[in-house]
């Protein structure tokens, strides 16, 4: 039997190489296409040095190229950090709310010291490599080849030297103890009233190290160039290419689960020789599988491309050795940056906003808890003892789980059957599940029509053990394809246990703050003595890009 291989695409929030993003149009398409307002992305981050063990933050802002409003178009963006010689190159995939998205990344140990950059992009912007944003940014890494040299360069207070528009009055003290209790006011001024976009804050520890310029310059684009290849903007989601054999798995029949969330994505359309389906608030927090009831492993007939990467060069290095000078700094702020990190879960900055459970969440239900009745080992029991509505019956010598109110119609399917996001597509299969590694079961006593399917309601499912053997059902897809789970930053303070350690040098992050007036941020100092600076950074009326600042320090 000749092997034919096809490939899947499945919208979820990250990308993939050059080559494999485009599609081939007709001219039909390529007008439709060439009306799509193009697009531009601006970053805001919290600093440009880092050691091994900090967090880059970031703030991405999507823009229309015309008139720099945010755009709706695309629905995720993609950050990509690549070192200078381009040795190291990593990418995420950040999903957008209303034209924003933030997120962080952990610094490594395994970087090398050296200038890397940082490129953001959408995938429709690929088409014109010149609007892809730029930052370059330094690490430091004492671990590995931070050199010291003799020399002695001139060292900038902080990246922070862009315009003082005069957007906003900062106020505090000059100067603060240890661990000390800040009220830090923040007032818009005329000018400042008529911004409309949320702001990023940042407060940071400044002074001893050189750190690249932050980029406050909008890319443009000169020529609308548009092939008979292009990359699609991803209007509702992203893409996630899959190759696959269909003489093992059809794509017409295979679906998307998110496990511990019962989202499930099925409806897949043919474009050319690929498949598509619009996969929707897909994050890091819980595998998400691809599965079809095949007879052979689908780790074997599958294979997932990589994300989508920009074909553009990184910039120049500016980095330079440090001197002797700057030696104790770097010992010191490795020591700090060890202790913060050994205590960091007692002490967290974010807490990540966990995605909705649920996907039938508008349709009625009844939930049962398991732990309130007498358990009983096989599903098969549980379900006839317990569940009212819901009946095992035998047809043609196979059982099948059935809900009783429903009248199944010509075209129905049995009832929807999930654990965890995992399908079932027998009752046979369910049944060999232990019954004791559930404990929730909610019931859908009304017909649902999900992916192009209508199902004769639906009985979903809560485990309590991520090593359950269903688990292991189809193609676990990368972490690294998905979009990292959205998180809310949170000022820290010692209200909690002021008796651990505090060597924070970034004391305040805010991806996405909006000031009406004025604002009072309530922060604490911690035990690192130094110059800070308050930055607040963002676009103007005019969709330029802004950055103000006003230093205190800690004695």
Do not use: C
């Amino acid at each position: 039997m000749k092997t034919r291989i096809f490939t899947l695409v499945v919208l979820i929030l990250f990308a993939y190489t050059l080559r494999g993003q485009q599609i081939q149009v007709n001219s039909d398409q390529l007008e439709r296409v060439r009306q799509t307002p193009k697009e531009l992305v601006w970053l805001t981050l919290n600093k440009t040095t880092f050691f091994p063990s900090e967090y880059l933050y970031f703030n991405g802002y999507l823009l229309k190229a015309k008139n720099l409003e945010t755009s709706k178009v695309s629905q995720s963006i993609y950050i990509r950090l690549v070192s200078a010689d381009q040795k190291y190159s990593e990418i995420k995939r950040v999903s957008l709310s209303d034209g924003f998205g933030s997120g962080d990344w952990f610094i490594s140990s395994e970087l090398a010291t050296g200038s890397y950059t940082l490129q953001a992009y959408s995938q429709w912007m690929l088409n014109w490599p010149e609007s892809i944003f730029e930052q370059e940014i330094h690490v430091i890494n004492p671990y590995t080849n931070a050199k010291v040299s003799v020399e002695k360069p001139n060292i900038s207070k902080s990246s922070a030297t862009g315009s003082s528009n005069r957007l906003f009055e900062i106020d505090l003290k000059a100067s603060y103890t240890a661990r000390d209790s800040v009220a830090l006011s923040i007032r818009l001024t005329e000018e400042g009233r008529l911004i409309s976009l949320p702001l990023s804050v940042s407060v940071r520890k400044v002074g001893e190290l050189n750190e690249p310029p932050v980029n406050l310059q909008i890319a443009k684009i000169d020529k609308l160039r548009l092939g008979d290849k292009i990359y699609k903007p991803e209007h509702r989601g992203s893409n996630l290419r899959i190759e696959l054999n269909q003489d093992y798995i059809n794509p017409e029949t295979a679906i998307i689960t998110q496990q511990g969330t019962n989202q499930l994505f099925t409806k897949m359309v043919k474009e050319g020789s690929t498949y598509s389906t619009t996969v929707e608030n897909l994050s890091t927090d819980y595998p998400v599988v691809l599965q079809e009831d095949s007879k052979v492993s689908l780790v074997d007939v599958v294979t997932f491309e990589p994300l989508p990467k920009a074909n553009k060069k990184p910039l120049a290095s500016t980095y330079k050795q440090l001197n002797e000078d700057q030696k104790s700094t770097l010992l010191q702020r490795s020591i700090y940056n060890q202790i913060e990190n050994n205590y960091f879960e007692f002490r967290p900055d974010s807490i990540i906003v966990k995605p909705v459970k649920d996907f039938l969440s508008n349709l009625p239900s009844k939930e049962y808890n398991l732990n309130e009745y007498n358990r009983f080992r096989s599903l098969k029991e549980t379900i006839r003892e317990i569940i009212p509505e819901v009946s095992v019956n035998t047809y043609k010598g196979k059982e099948t789980v059935a809900v009783k109110q429903i009248q199944v119609l010509p075209g129905y399917l049995p009832a929807l059957l999930m654990i965890d996001g995992i399908q079932f597509t027998t009752s046979e299969d369910l049944f060999k599940v232990d019954a004791t590694l559930i404990d929730y079961i909610r019931i859908y006593t009304d017909p649902l029509v999900y992916g192009g399917k209508t199902y004769a309601g639906a009985l979903l499912m809560d485990g309590n053990s991520s090593q359950a053997g269903y688990f292991k059902t189809g193609a676990l897809i990368p972490k690294s394809l998905l979009s990292e789970s959205p998180k809310k930053y949170y000022n820290q303070t010692h209200l909690a246990d002021p008796n651990l350690p505090d060597f924070r040098t970034q004391l305040f992050w805010n991806p996405r703050m909006r000031i009406n007036s004025n604002k009072t941020i309530h922060l604490t100092t911690s035990e690192v003595k130094g110059t800070y600076v308050v930055q607040i950074q963002g676009l103007d009326k005019n969709g330029q890009p802004f950055y103000e600042m006003k230093s205190f320090s800690v004695n």
